[in-house]
């Protein structure tokens, strides 16, 4: 149904907003979901710690918390913090472009909502690699 971008304690623009959305749209279709409401909301660090203390009981930085909204079987819905200050830290330590490392992040949450995990060597190879896929789809 529809993506949304919003904003919270920073000065953030997502950019080229109509690519993105189809490229998500299109990985979320390929996957055989559905679209439902999802939010991708940009904010600090210290706005996320907030969350991450208050609804997971971590205190520690990170750059996305996803929370699954999904009430039906098949519909993605989700609610997706991310942390502009640590997607910007990442990219320095990966020698990545800010706007690569921001597309793995936002296309991170989505693979979590498709059901992907990352708690294990393993499936954090899997999760790399399903992340890749992704990403070259969106340079098409």
Partial sequence: MAIEYFTEDIDFCLQDQPKTTSWISSIIQSNNQK??????????????????KDHLNHDYYTDIITFDNS???GIIESDIFISVDRVKEN???????????????MI?????????????????????????????????
């Fill in 35 to 52: 679209l439902g409401e999802l939010s991708y909301i940009f904010c600090s660090d210290d706005y996320l710690l907030d969350i991450n």
């Fill in 71 to 73: 009430e039906e079987e």
């Fill in 91 to 105: 990219a320095q330590t990966q020698s990545a472009s800010f706007e690569l490392e921001l597309h793995r992040v």
């Fill in 108 to 140: 991170h949450g989505i693979l979590h909502l498709l059901g992907f995990s990352d708690k294990t060597p393993a499936e954090q190879k899997l999760m790399r690699e399903k992340e890749d896929a992704c990403l070259s789809l969106l340079k098409n």
